[in-house]
Structures are given as structure tokens and as C-alpha cells.
């Protein structure tokens, strides 16, 4: 009884995949990539975007559509030319020496310079590591007497 079950599922999910698969792979093909998935960008119009400079951590790293998440917004590399101009998203260590994507890592501190396209993604030019942004320290300076004074007045105003 179990084993005639089994092969009932077995060759259910057997058609099931021979019905779905053709049509993944045809999905999946290089020329059929759709572009709000593609990690590299061929081509890019600067008309429509915004430039884009942010300094924070790395949030996500999807390696194998080669993209960043950085301030809730997805990175992606730049190899296109735009008018006579070629444009080249480049990797940059901590002393400003070329490196690989792979080189970077989830936590770490980046500079993102690039465009800003409509859909949301980010076309990087740069992306750089940087040491943590140091924050301003605040200091507090202890409220003033002539200030006590004042607000004790209101309170006092109110109570009567």
C-alpha cells in the first residue's frame, strides 16, 4: 500500500515537472532574462535617473544575480556606454585599490555612488569601503537657573 502510494506521488510529481520545467528554462534563458532581475546593466538612460550617493552598511549580498542591498535599496553593477561615454562599476577597498564583488562582505561599511533609476534599483559607478561614519558626540549642558525659573513660573501659574 505505501509503495503504491509513493509511485502515484512519484509520478505526479513527475509530470508535474515536465509540464513546468521547459517552460522555466525558456523563461530562464540569457536573451529572455527579465530586466528587474538582471544583475549587470547593459544599458541605462541618465535622463530618467537621479544621482545617488549614500554611505552605510551593506545589508544583503545576492551573489549569484551579483546585486548589493544597501540602504533598502538594490545595487546593481554598470557595464554600458551612454552617448561616447563608457560606463563601469567599480570596486574599491579602503585605500581607494581596485577589488572584486566578492570581496565585499554583509555588515560592512560602504560609500554607493550611481544613479537612482524610477523602478528603484541603484546603478552603481563606485562602491567603495570606508571605515564607520563617526557620529557627532552631543553634549549636554545642564538647563540654565534663569530657565528652571521661568518654567517654574508657568507651573506655578497653573496651579492657582
Known sequence: MIFKNMFKWLAFVTVLSAAWLPADAAAAAPGNEHPARAGRLT??????????????RIMEITRERGTLVVAEREIREIEATIGDKQFKTEFLGLDGTPETA???????????????????????????????????????????????????????????
Not at 554583509?106 to 563606485?126: I, K, N, S, T
Open 102 to 160: 566578492a570581496g565585499f562582505r554583509v555588515g560592512q561599511y560602504v560609500m554607493v555612488e550611481g544613479f537612482l533609476h524610477p523602478d528603484g534599483y541603484v546603478a552603481a559607478l563606485v562602491v567603495q569601503k570606508i571605515e564607520k561614519p563617526v557620529e557627532p558626540k552631543r553634549t549636554y549642558a545642564p538647563v540654565e537657573k534663569s530657565r528652571k525659573s521661568l518654567r517654574r513660573g508657568v507651573d506655578a501659574v497653573r496651579s492657582k
Open 43 to 56: 544599458a541605462l538612460d541618465p535622463e530618467e535617473c537621479e544621482p545617488f550617493l549614500v554611505q552605510t
